[in-house]
């Protein structure tokens, strides 16, 4: 399997890149960079972590660092899509505060894309002037990132912005036209899924249960209630799940040592590390990888 990164598509001072392109077939691959794809028209099918979904025109979806996905398009259709490119760090957790739009940033970036099972099922499909105000946006940027004047990298993530923003509220105006929990449930789910979505792009970072509340502006023993309510884990323990999630797929795709791979999902301790893989997966990381390489190989892994 391929693994895709950011280095062949962005500079490192400036971790963003966006394309219009018409899609063909794409085998299944990895990134180390968002991606947020819009379908201009046409259709096609996208596999995701082994299951397929049609898509088509004025869908929207985000594929996150670590997650794999490829697309197939048959003979005699055609796909045109917009991919947008971009690395967690484009849009500064600092410059999301100072313009106090966190809610609405993990709003979208959660909510329709959170749950495996779901993800695809509750993607945005767009119509009429929601697609055109989505699609003008998209090539406004790439206008920008094409002419590269004065103040273009600023202009480029306040659009970025603008365009998350957007999604966000499409996703809630399309929500209430349908059965619905109360008001009240529907805040506890929503920041549940918005301490995971902050939780799954920020694993590798020092996260802790006093460090999240302060964050959220909830107390601990609360955010551990509403976290047990959706997934029926701690919020230490979901987080434990985050990182070793990540670390199996660097396992397989890198060749990075087992002690660098606990550095890079967020453990200082690479001795816990790998007692915690060990109760959670059943093998030591080095047992894991030598188990899964051949097969891994096989399918034609990259590092």
């Known amino acids: 399997m391929r693994k895709l990164n ?23 691959h990895g990134h180390d960079f968002v991606e947020l794809v819009y379908v201009v028209r046409g259709r096609g ?24 996905h490829a697309y197939s398009v048959q003979p005699g259709d055609s796909m045109e899509i917009v991919n947008c490119l971009f690395m967690p760090s484009f849009i500064p957790d600092s410059l999301l505060r100072e313009l106090n739009v966190t809610d609405a940033m993990d709003y979208f970036y959660v909510h329709p894309f959170l749950q495996r ?5 509750h993607r945005l499909n767009l119509h009429g002037e929601d697609a055109d105000n989505v699609l003008g946006l998209l ?30 509220r499409f996703y809630k105006t399309i929500g209430r036209g349908a059965a619905s929990p109360s008001p009240r449930q529907q805040d506890r789910t929503m920041t549940a899924r918005r301490l995971y979505g902050y939780m799954e792009r920020n694993y590798d970072k020092k996260l802790t249960l006093q ?66 893989f ?23 892994r990259t590092s």
């Open 211 to 276: 460090s999240l509340s302060e964050l959220f502006n909830i107390s601990s023993r609360h955010l551990n209630r509403l976290i047990r309510r959706q997934y029926g884990k701690s919020v230490v323990d979901v987080l434990h799940d985050i990182r070793i999630g990540r670390a199996k797929r660097l396992l397989l795709d890198t060749d990075e040592k087992v002690i660098s791979i606990a550095s890079l999902v967020g453990y200082e301790d690479s001795s816990f590390f790998t007692r915690l």
């Open 117 to 121: 099972d779901q993800r695809f099922n």
């Open 139 to 168: 090539e406004s940027m790439l206008r920008e990132q094409g002419g590269a004047g004065t103040g273009f990298a600023t202009i480029l993530r306040l659009k970025l912005l603008e365009l998350l923003i957007l999604l966000s």
């Open 45 to 68: 099918r996208h596999r995701f972590d082994g299951a397929s979904y049609d898509i088509h025109a004025g869908d929207v979806f985000i594929i996150n660092p670590g997650e794999t």
């Open 6 to 28: 950011s280095s062949a598509f962005m500079k490192e001072d400036f971790p963003f890149w966006i394309a219009r392109t018409t899609q063909g077939n794409v085998d299944e």
């Open 278 to 300: 060990q109760r959670h997966v059943g093998c030591s990381p080095s047992r894991y990888r030598s188990l899964h390489d051949g097969e891994e190989l096989e399918g034609g």
